[in-house]
């Protein structure tokens, strides 16, 4: 099977800074903190060997890179030797280009020296030297290309500048066909979407088309939204409009509000707000704290490129907004085996700083979590306020209460939905809950952080008011569901039915599973019920766990079996 093909139309294939460095550094060892041992995640090396530029490119190797981790990547050290280039090429029509040309030429805008631009499909969709001719062009010598650095996901290598990115590329064969972000976003332990925090903090966007993965057809399959990239509408040559609009705010920075930005690692939370707060249609604050303006995925149609750059300028160095540092304090437990089947990790997809992502695959119907974004830091001091919104979701059925007079925590309350159109896309369905939290300063709101939950919209659920209001489940079919997709990667087929017992105070009896050859009794434990008396009481029960068996192509089933004695 071909795993990554650049992706044309659905059915067819084809540094120079140093104390941006020590900014690099923390970034890193903060995120290498919530992935390690505390012992492990203490030490990182000195600066690298510098990768000098030469006539807009620089050529890393394993001799001018160096190892950083855990995880383990590599970090490049880019110097960019001064060159007397335009920070645009050619002649467009948009106006955003001479408002461009004017504020870098009255020194009001940094341009893009000192800027890096990457490449990963080898040229399948690319932007070219002459379009920014201030962009350094990032390139990889053979050995690095043999393992892969050049290509796919942005997740081997990190700089000490700003890059902008691109890979037009999916996973199109097998059952686990998806989109790059879709790929990144479902790998096992929540680990794609950790290195693309870590691309975050240093100042990393990359794009990417969501081909197939945001489409009437099948809905929004991205499992989670994320300010770690940006995602665009459609297929091959679908990101280069985004990708435009990148290199222009990057350029557009004042030169010292650039500086501050590389220091205190913000360069990437910046620019995702400039482009999300300056898009067509985002007029007002009330528009930019609204589902409209952070959708998964991004239509080149919504760039409006002269108010990003006026936008971008405007930002003087001490109101340079903050990123949003999320944790979760307590949240709904699911127990494997009981509330859950075949998913010993549980709900969790993914725990990083500005994203958060859960997958409701327990049998309640309501869940609770309390998060806190107490961890964010405005980089001049200034006092924060915290706005937290139902971006997503049915908003009768969510509910967000801020526990502090700033908003600094809330707790979130979300009962069972079903799915909803997108915002901004009516012709395509969501499953997805999104809460997107802002820290204001008194002048900028930030770039989202966001709490996601995903639905399995597969499933069949009857939900019944309990004794104390609360849903609780009636029955629930998780059996595959003719005509909906369900990512395998996080929903293992499961073929049966479970219809739910309560005793007359409203407490889970059990439960009896249908399959295709019969049923099965369960008591409260998950235990299978091998044999009752004359009053209907349990006399022999069985232990079982739920083991994923391949059934081909990367797709899984679930498989009970009794549990082994203990040796």
């Known amino acids: ?281 985002v007029r007002s604050r009330a528009a930019y704290l609204s589902g409209g303006a952070h959708p998964s995925v991004f239509r080149d149609s919504d760039i409006a490129l002269a108010r990003m750059v006026g936008l971008a300028n405007s930002i003087l160095p001490g109101e340079v907004p903050p990123m949003v540092r999320l944790a979760v304090l307590e949240e709904t437990a699911s127990r494997e085996g009981v509330d859950h089947f075949g998913a010993p990790s549980g709900e969790v997809l993914f725990d990083t700083p500005s994203a958060i992502a859960r997958v409701w695959r327990s049998r309640r119907g309501r869940r609770v979590m309390v998060v806190t974004a107490a961890g964010t830091r405005d980089p001049n001091g200034r006092a924060l306020r915290f706005d937290w919104v139902v971006l997503r979701g049915d908003p009768e059925r969510v509910t967000v209460q801020p526990l502090m007079p700033d908003g600094r925590a809330a707790r979130i309350v979300i009962d069972w939905q079903e799915p909803r159109p997108t915002p901004g896309a009516p012709d395509i369905v969501s499953d997805r809950v999104d809460i997107g939290v802002f820290a204001n300063n008194g002048i900028h709101d930030s770039a989202p952080a966001f709490i996601s939950v995903l639905l399995p919209r597969h499933e069949r659920r009857i939900y019944e008011p309990g004794p104390d209001g609360t849903p609780r489940i009636a029955s629930l079919d998780r059996a595959p569901r003719p005509g909906v997709y369900a990512d395998p990667r996080l929903f293992p087929e499961t073929p049966w039915r479970d219809v739910y017992r309560y005793d007359a105070d409203g407490r889970l009896e059990g439960w009896v599973r249908h399959r295709a050859d019969g049923t099965t009794e369960y008591d409260a434990d998950g235990n299978r019920i091998l044999s009752r008396d004359a009053r209907g009481v349990a006399l022999e029960t069985l232990a079982v766990r739920y083991l994923p068996e391949p059934v081909g192509g990367g797709a899984v089933r679930l498989r009970e079996e009794a549990v082994p004695p203990a040796q």
């Not at 104390?19 to 690298?48: H, K, N, R």
């Not at 902008?164 to 590329?169: C, Q, R, V």
């Not at 499992?223 to 770690?228: E, F």
Request: proline share 9%.
């Open 1 to 281: 099977m071909t795993l990554f093909r650049p992706v044309l139309s659905p059915g067819l294939r084809a540094g120079s800074h140093a104390g941006s460095y020590a900014g690099l550094l923390a970034a890193l060892l903060a995120c290498a903190a919530a992935l390690a041992p505390p012992a492990a995640a203490q030490t990182l090396p000195d600066l690298p060997d510098a990768a000098v530029a030469h006539d807009g490119i620089v050529l890393l190797t394993p001799d001018n890179t160096r190892q950083v981790g855990p995880p383990a990547r590599r970090l490049a050290h880019v110097v960019f030797p001064a060159r007397s280039v335009p920070v645009l090429g050619g002649d467009p029509p948009d106006p955003a280009y001479a408002m461009l040309r004017r504020m870098v030429a009255a020194g009001q805008a940094a341009g893009n020296s000192g800027d890096l631009y990457e490449n990963r499909d080898h040229s399948h969709s690319s932007l070219s030297h002459e379009a920014f001719p201030q962009l350094t062009h990032v390139r990889y010598d053979a050995r690095l290309r043999a393992q892969g650095f050049d290509y796919g996901l942005p997740l081997e290598m990190l700089f000490d500048a700003p890059v902008i990115g691109n890979a037009s590329l999916a996973q199109t064969g097998g059952p686990l066909w998806r989109s790059l972000p879709r790929l990144a976003l479902t790998m096992k332990d929540g680990a794609g979407a950790h290195l693309l925090f870590q691309n975050y903090a240093s100042g990393q966007i990359h794009v990417f088309p969501e081909h197939r993965d945001h489409d009437p057809e099948y809905g929004d399959l991205l499992p989670a939204n994320t300010p770690y990239m940006l995602i665009s509408q459609g297929s091959s040559g679908s990101d280069r409009p985004h990708l435009r609009a990148l290199a222009m705010i990057l350029a557009a920075f004042r030169p010292d509000t650039k500086a501050v930005l590389r220091e205190t690692g913000l360069i990437a939370p910046t620019v995702q707000m400039v482009y999300r707060r300056a898009r067509v249609g």
